[in-house]
């Protein structure tokens, strides 16, 4: 079954760390570029960072920039993002999503999502 | 940054009828770099449509999309009880960010 796990959610005070895991199973990401997107609690879906295959390109949202990093392992399969300096405001659910350019590059591939909660 | 605008916030239905939903973008795009999402309540996002027209793998012939540059449009042909969610549409070409929506909800009237 081909499917994205993410883990590595929890509880953490405003400033704090966390890194985030979304693994593959089922299929390789090698090839892949791999997003992660956020929703907050009630609210939309919002982009966070998108890493291409062989991380040649990397991208992130203006309020995370210089805060959050996004990597890969191949070798795992699996692609990771650290968040540090946390703010209340990044509290969400934040999933990962493939791309394949037979697909144009939309979002093809979801997990099911791990939650994020900055709070005192 | 460009800027997607769903109409309506919620459109409320009943089973067996028809859904239009609209996405406005502030600025062209290509149709090929347009998709909508569903996400049911608890759940993770689900790709319906991709490049503003074609249907993602496993989605049945009642969604189809359409439209060019700015308006595109999602519409659900006769509602059945698991399509009643939550829809987004993103674009997602040329360079980042890649945005999305306020998305829609379609509620059972």
């Known amino acids: 079954e081909v499917q994205l796990v993410e883990s590595g959610g929890g509880l953490v005070k405003p400033g704090g760390s966390l890194r985030l895991s979304c693994a593959a199973s089922g299929f390789s990401l090698s090839r892949l570029s791999v997003n992660w997107v956020r929703q907050a609690p009630g609210k939309g879906l919002e982009w966070v960072a998108s890493i291409s295959s062989r991380s040649s390109y990397i991208y992130y949202t203006d309020s995370v920039k210089g805060r959050f990093t996004v990597s890969r392992d191949d070798a795992k399969n699996s692609v990771y993002l650290q968040m540090n300096s946390l703010r209340a405001e990044d509290s969400a659910v934040y999933y990962c999503?493939?791309?394949?350019?037979?697909?144009?590059?939309?979002?093809?591939?979801w997990g099911q999502g791990t939650t994020v909660t900055v709070s005192s | 940054e460009i800027l997607l605008t769903q109409s309506p916030g919620t459109l409320s239905l009943s089973p067996g009828e028809r859904a239009t939903l609209s996405c406005r973008v502030s600025e062209g795009i290509s149709s090929s770099h347009l998709a909508w999402y569903q996400q049911r309540p608890g759940q993770a996002p689900r790709l319906v449509i991709y490049a503003a027209s074609s249907r993602a793998t496993g989605i049945p012939d009642r969604f189809s999309g359409s439209g060019s540059g700015t308006d595109f449009t999602l519409s659900i042909s006769r509602l059945e009880p698991e399509d009643f969610a939550v829809y987004y549409c993103q674009q997602y070409g040329g360079s980042p960010p890649w945005t999305f929506g306020q998305g829609t909800q379609v509620e059972i009237k």
């Open positions: 999503a493939t791309t394949s350019p037979f697909i144009y590059y939309a979002m093809d591939v």
